[in-house]
Structure formats: C-alpha cells, structure tokens
C-alpha cells in the first residue's frame, strides 16, 4: 500500500436531474433531510439559524445528525458559489469539495474529500471510513432525485448497517 493515496480520494455519480436541483440538494436544510442526514441545522456569520429553505453562504457553519446516531457533526462552509461549487469542512479539518457539472441529461456529482490526516486513526475511520459512507449516500442522492426512493435504514431496532 506504498503508492496508496490516505490524504484524498474522489467520488463521482451521474444523476438524471437539473444541476440546480442537486446544488439545492447539497445546500438547504430541507433537501439534505431527504437523502443525507436525520436533523440538518445551518447558521449565519452571526450564529443565527438559517431558514431550512435557504441555500447556505461561504462562512456560514452546521450542525448535522445522522439517523442512529447521537453525535452532532460541526464544520463550516468554506465556499458556496450559488450554482455549481461547495466546499465544507468534515470531520475536523478535513475538507470536501462538491463539483457539479452537465453532461446530457444528467448532473455528474464530483465529491473530493481531501485533507486528511495520516495517524491510523483518520486512516481507518475518515479515508477508509468515509469513502464507504460517501460511495452509498451519493447513491442515495441519485434515487432520491431519479426515483423518489429513500435508502437510509431509519429503524433503530437494526444493528448498524451499509445504509446507515
């Protein structure tokens, strides 16, 4: 695993819907529900919290949970450009890039997750780790927007699975 990349990896989805949808998708509080994340939580530069139906804004922090799973993430938006870039903080300093683009009919979803440290902790739960969450909820995202099917498992009587 000489040559093996633990600081970054991309993801890359094609999804059959309008690149203004997707952006929205990535950017309200309201649209992360529908295929990320339990409780999505935005603030404004002065700590104020955001209506859910607001796209979010360079400097502007979160708060987000998961279904099953009692810790809050923080970060904050590094870059929101209003159209086809979005850059946040993730699991500390990490970062990840959000591309959109159009090919066709579709959107193609470019997530770069970069900045990760090398201790065998972040190696193991952030570069392997994520890359495993990214692969199933950029999945997600494309049957939400394509078919309306949400796959998260949101029963907490399951052990912890590949869709949560």
Known sequence: MENFDWTSFTKKIAIKAKLSDIYNAWTKAS??????????????????????????????????????????????????????????????????DVILSKTNDYTIVELRHHNIPTDDYSKQYIRLGCSNGWHFYLTNLKSVCEGGLDLRNKDGNLNPMINN
């Open 31 to 96: 649209e992360l529900e529908k295929w990320f994340l339990e409780k999505v939580s935005f603030f404004d530069a002065n700590q104020e919290l955001i209506s859910k139906d607001q796209n979010v804004s360079e400097g502007y922090a979160y708060e987000w949970l998961w279904y099953l799973y009692d810790d809050k993430m923080k970060g904050k938006i590094i870059s929101a450009n209003g159209k086809d870039h979005l850059q946040f903080t993730f699991e500390g300093e990490c970062l990840v």
